[in-house]
């Protein structure tokens, strides 16, 4: 099946400090990926699509200059959360799509303290 | 955009004894439908899906079945187990995926 890793599984920073999540396509090239947001006992909800080559597309209510994500290649999207507040906080998982079937990331716990 | 709701948002079973969880879905346009099973702090794995040319699907132990009239499909799963013991997510839609609210499934030795 297809594969995605995702990194770093874990990640602890300073409130006001930058945090880079990386999302890569290990078996075979993505023009699309996902990324989600999952609070504690809730389910995931979509925050922006990421186009390789474009512009990603965020859902509404996401904030695209707190949420930077870039995907300059075909096997790489990456999630900047930048000025990081213990809001903020959270399990961030990618996701593609093969076949219509969605291949998630390990997700990444990230705590802002 | 599609909505999906998800019900129960938790189940308990005895062990053995079967666990039915429902979704409903808005966009008819929607025509893959994915069940997921986290486990905590790991990633959601597909368990089962379903698409819309299709109204009933069994793997060992889990089926899902799905009525694209009224919009709604459900996961069925016989002879529970502890292992069985998760969140399970419904989703909809097509290339992109709209997730229900999840259940947490609890299932009693």
């Known amino acids: 099946g297809a594969v995605v890793s995702q990194h770093p599984s874990r990640v602890i920073c300073k409130s006001g400090t930058s945090v880079k999540i990386e999302c890569r396509s290990l078996?075979?090239?993505?023009?699309?990926m996902f990324w989600y947001r999952q609070f504690p006992k809730k389910s995931l909800m979509l925050m922006a699509t990421?186009?390789?080559?474009?512009?990603?597309?965020?859902e509404q209510g996401v904030e695209k200059d707190k949420f930077l994500i870039n995907h300059a290649s075909l096997t790489l999207s990456t999630l900047t959360v930048t000025s990081a507040h213990p809001e903020d906080s959270s399990f961030y998982i990618c996701?593609?799509?093969?076949?219509?079937?969605?291949?998630f990331g390990q997700g990444t716990r990230l705590t802002v303290v | 955009g599609e909505n999906v709701e998800q019900h129960p948002s938790t189940l308990s079973v005895q062990e053995g004894d079967s666990a039915v969880i429902k979704c409903t879905y808005s966009d008819s346009a929607s025509n893959y439908f994915p069940w997921y099973k986290q486990e905590l702090g790991k990633r959601p794995q597909l368990i089962i899906d379903i698409r819309s040319n299709v109204g009933e699907k069994k793997d060992q132990r889990i089926a899902v079945t799905l009525n694209k009239t009224a919009k709604h499909f459900s996961l069925h799963i016989t002879e529970t187990q502890p292992e069985d013991s998760a969140v399970y997510f419904c989703?909809?839609?097509?290339?992109?995926?709209?997730f229900g609210a999840g259940t947490t499934v609890t299932v009693r030795a």
């Open positions: 996701s593609k799509i093969s076949n219509t079937e969605a291949f």
């Open positions: 989703a909809a839609g097509d290339y992109k995926l709209s």
């Open positions: 990421s186009n390789e080559g474009s512009k990603a597309t965020y």
């Open positions: 078996d075979f090239q993505a023009t699309t």
